[in-house]
């Protein structure tokens, strides 16, 4: 079981919105710590999406966007696309963990 | 162009050893710290160890401490792993992975992965 937790899929039409919700705890995401989130498309490493809970890098369309709130994050995505369907993570840190860096069980996202 | 080239990945029988390394280039690789984050096949992230940038603070992840230990060498812009006493379950995808100042501290940089399978 993973420190940070997802839902395990999720699915939307072209051009609807999803929420992805990564949940933590008081030692984590409520400990004040960062959430980030990454893409995978199949076959390839992850690719940073969100950093600092709500930051994009560039070259991520404002499709994306992030928020943090108490001990959970969230992952919004706007006028889904095809190659939007991918899976996602969260991550961030935890003071009970040796090294700290934790990360969400992943989301498929299902673009129908 | 910022790059991280993993190398080093096999099939190794359980309670064998095996060391990764990888090659940075593209940024001054002796003032970033480095990790190393695996994904065992259909699973998640799982991250793995953490060296600081001159070498002299090392974490592991409890499912490897005491087997794997991570070093770096600096003025070959290089980061090792090397893994002793294999189990079935450390076969994965390893990636080697930093994060640069325009990203806080999430992994923006990433390497494509090297294959391990613990296998009999």
């Known amino acids: 079981q993973s420190v940070l937790t997802q839902p395990p899929s999720v699915s939307g039409a072209p051009g609807q919105r999803v929420t992805i919700f990564c949940t933590g705890s008081s030692s984590n995401i409520g400990a004040g710590y960062d959430v980030h989130w990454y893409q995978q498309l199949p076959g390839a490493a992850p690719k940073l999406l969100i950093y600092g809970n709500t930051n994009r890098p560039s070259g991520v369309p404002d499709r994306f966007s992030g928020s943090k709130s108490g001990t959970s994050a969230s992952l919004g995505i706007t006028g889904l696309q095809a190659e939007d369907e991918a899976d996602y993570y969260c991550?961030?840190?935890?003071?009970?963990?040796?090294?700290?860096?934790?990360f969400g069980g992943g989301t498929k996202l299902t673009v129908l | 162009e910022v790059q991280l080239v993993e190398s080093g990945g096999g099939l190794v029988q359980p309670g064998g050893s095996l060391r990764l390394s990888c090659a940075a280039s593209?940024?001054?690789?002796?003032?970033?710290?480095m990790n190393w984050v695996r994904q065992a096949p259909g699973k998640g992230l799982d991250w793995v160890s953490y060296i600081s940038s001159s070498g002299g603070t090392t974490y592991y992840a409890d499912s490897v401490k005491g087997r794997f230990t991570i070093s770096r060498d600096n003025a070959k812009n290089s980061v090792y792993l090397q893994m002793n006493s294999l189990r079935d379950e450390d076969t994965a995808i390893y990636y080697c992975v930093t994060y640069s100042s325009s990203s806080d501290d999430a992994f923006d940089i990433w390497g494509q992965g090297t294959m391990v399978t613990v296998s009999s």
């Open positions: 991550q961030s840190y935890d003071t009970s963990l040796s090294g700290s860096v934790v």
């Open positions: 593209g940024f001054t690789f002796s003032t970033y710290t």
